[in-house]
């Protein structure tokens, strides 16, 4: 059986489908060479802006909280790995560091990037994923006014989330 191989990716921002408003988030290899938007759901987005803002609720939200029960019983997360698009959606998993055995755990990669940016771990994309995905070339320039920083864009996402309605929560594929 092949080994899979993989890059390491950073998350560089969230951004938006111009067409249906869908927020999209940006990774982009180490050499700065690949970038790949998945779309994910709206909520998603807003953990992983909160993530990259470092921003603090006074409870802890839900990725917070898979944090917390995951350090609560011994593990680490270690790593997420985006490894296979199928259909337009991609997979991820999870892994697990504890003192028993490795745990790894399939996962939406909007997840998975949450939680990967509040425990530090390493994002890594198997390289058939980013063949297969529709990936941007980063020597083509990349359109400034799609991906933009929830840190100087925070009215932006409050006027998208202020004009969506409940049903609006269901549309999405992550």
Known sequence: ??????????????????????????????DNKIILPIWIGIMEASAIAAAMEGVAFSRPMTHDLLK???EQLGGKVIKIEVIDLKDNVFYALVSI?????????DARPSDAIALALRTKAQIFVASHVLEEASHIDSA??????????????????????EKMKPEDFGKFKA
Do not use: H
């Open 1 to 30: 059986m092949e080994e899979k191989k993989f890059v390491e990716m950073k998350v560089i921002g969230i951004a938006l489908d111009p067409t249906n408003n869908t927020p999209i988030v940006v990774l982009r290899d180490q």
């Open 68 to 70: 917390i029960v995951i």
């Open 97 to 105: 560091e504890t003192d028993k055995e490795p745990i790894i755990i």
């Open 140 to 161: 083509s320039k990349v359109d400034e006014e799609t991906v933009f920083d929830y840190g100087k864009d925070k009215d932006k996402l409050k006027e998208i989330l």
